[in-house]
């Protein structure tokens, strides 16, 4: 009750020596001055409160502005994956139609549908077959290098051995010199073997190494890999060399079948 009188007191003391007029009794003015510092502690608290009442509000709306710039963000972050991936969608169409383009007889253009369960290096099955005129014996090519050839095959698939199982041999070629060398898959999609069908062979790293017709696996010039490893023995002569394939045989999704005559 005292601090409510004294609050009522307050109030009619200010009203009484803040009303406009051109002077004030004595007593009024003494009033007034002894007030004066409790209008500086009225106007201090009030612009306090007012100071932060204006930056709960800003906190409020920055924190609204900042959850809809992230949203903003994440819905433009998902539009570039997807341009990215169409802009490497449209590249890989490009190369492959440019090789399309490049060869004199039309190759069969086909997907890779399955892989062997037990390893992925040594067997694809891709969606083509005789319907399109495929048969055992044809090789499996992409614009970057060949992948292997098909042994088996069906109405509407066929089954390729890729170049990189164990199994799988062929004569080749050193680009530089054309010196004739045998590839070998070691069951793993990274490396290939060479091995030298000639007593010296000129051979260095990074030489690369195309396909020969001489085995009749592979028709001639198509791009295998390059030499990243020289194995010299102990006596100096070269004994075999570890070549790194063009294509890379764990992540090819489309391939083109190059029919045989």
């Not at 800003?58 to 990215?84: F, G, W």
């Not at 190494?209 to 023995?233: A, H, N, Q």
């Amino acid at each position: 009750m005292a601090t409510i009188i004294a609050a009522f007191v307050v109030i009619g003391l200010i009203y009484v020596t803040a009303e406009g007029r051109p002077e004030l009794s004595y007593l009024g003015g003494k009033i007034r001055d002894g007030l004066a510092p409790l209008y500086g502690a009225i106007t201090s608290v009030t612009g306090f409160f007012e100071h932060w009442a204006g930056v709960i509000r800003n906190y409020s709306h920055l924190e609204r502005e900042n959850a809809e710039l992230l949203q903003e963000i994440d819905r433009m972050q998902r539009k570039l994956a997807m341009v990215e991936q169409l802009e490497a969608e449209n590249a890989r169409l490009r190369e492959d139609l440019g090789f399309y383009r490049a060869t004199a007889v039309p190759p069969v253009p086909a997907e890779i549908i399955a892989r062997s369960p037990s390893n992925w290096f040594d067997k694809i099955v891709i969606n083509r077959g005789t319907a399109q005129g495929l048969q055992p014996g044809d090789a499996v090519v992409t614009p970057a290098g060949v992948v292997g050839r098909i042994y088996t095959v069906t109405e509407r698939t066929a089954e390729v051995m890729l170049i990189a199982d164990d199994r799988s041999a062929f004569g080749a070629a050193v680009l530089r010199n054309g010196a004739p060398v045998l590839i070998e898959g070691t069951g793993k999609g990274g490396t290939l073997r060479l091995k030298p069908l000639v007593t010296e062979l000129d051979i260095d790293l990074g030489d690369e190494i195309i396909t020969s017709s001489m085995s009749g696996v592979f028709p001639d010039g198509l791009p295998v890999g390059k030499v990243v490893d020289i194995d010299r023995g102990e006596y100096g002569l070269l004994l075999t060399a570890a070549i790194s394939p063009h294509v890379d045989l764990a992540r090819v999704q489309r391939v083109f079948v190059l029919k045989g005559d």
